[in-house]
C-alpha cells in the first residue's frame, strides 16, 4: 500500500506513518507539508490513500481536496484540527471520504483508514485474464499496465478505471 500524508507537523507525519507501518509493515509512506508539492505526489505515484491536514502553509487544504478530484478518485481522510460542524460537512461535500479531528485516537484512526479502503476498494478483475487487445493499444489486467504501440502509459486511477471497465471482458 502507498500513502500520501499532506502535513506539516513533523510530529504528527511521524505518529501516522507508525500507525500505518504497524498495521500493514509493507507501506510506503510519501509526505510533505506543501498542499501543492502534495498535489504533485499524488499526480505522480498514484496512492492508494491521501491523509490531508487543512491547515498547509501554501494553499488552503479544501483547495488541495478540490483539486485532486480533478485528476484522481484516490481516496481522502482529512485530519485537522478544523472542528468546526461547517468545516466538516464542506470536507465531505468536497469529496472526503472521512474527515477526523485532532486529537485523535490511533485505534480509531485505523479502523476508520481500512472502513474507506473497503468502501472505496473497486473489485479487481480475475487474474490471469488475458490482455485486451484493441490495435495499438493493449491493457494487462495482471499487471494493469497499458500501452500504445508498444509504449507503456502511465494513466491516472480514474483513467485506468474508464479502461478497465469498458474492455473488461467479463463486463455485462
Not at 500520501?4 to 509512506?29: G, H, K, N, T, Y
Not at 504533485?40 to 490531508?52: G, K
Not at 480533478?70 to 485537522?80: A, G, Y
Not at 474527515?99 to 483508514?113: G, N, S
Request: proline share 5%; net charge negative.
Amino acid at each position: 500500500m502507498k500513502v500520501v500524508i499532506i502535513e506539516d507537523q513533523a510530529e504528527l507525519v511521524e505518529a501516522v506513518s507508525m500507525c500505518f507501518e504497524l498495521r500493514w509493515p509493507d507501506v510506503i509512506i510519501l509526505s510533505t507539508g506543501e498542499g501543492i508539492k502534495g498535489l504533485e505526489l499524488i499526480e505522480a505515484e498514484s496512492p492508494d490513500v491521501v491523509i490531508l491536514d487543512l491547515g498547509l502553509p501554501d494553499i488552503d487544504g479544501f483547495e488541495v481536496l478540490r483539486q485532486i478530484h480533478l485528476f484522481s478518485d484516490v481516496p481522502i481522510i482529512v485530519l485537522t484540527v478544523r472542528n468546526q460542524k461547517m468545516d466538516i460537512v464542506r470536507g465531505l461535500e468536497l469529496g472526503a471520504d472521512d474527515y477526523i479531528t485532532k486529537p485523535f485516537d490511533h485505534i480509531e484512526f485505523l479502523a476508520r483508514v481500512k472502513a474507506v479502503l473497503r468502501r472505496t476498494s473497486m473489485p479487481q478483475l480475475k487474474r490471469n485474464t488475458e490482455p485486451f487487445q484493441s490495435g495499438k493499444l493493449r491493457i494487462d489486467f495482471d499487471t494493469q499496465e497499458v500501452s500504445l504501440g508498444g509504449e507503456k502509459m502511465k494513466l491516472t486511477p480514474i483513467e485506468y478505471n474508464l479502461l478497465q471497465h469498458e474492455a473488461d471482458p467479463h463486463r455485462v
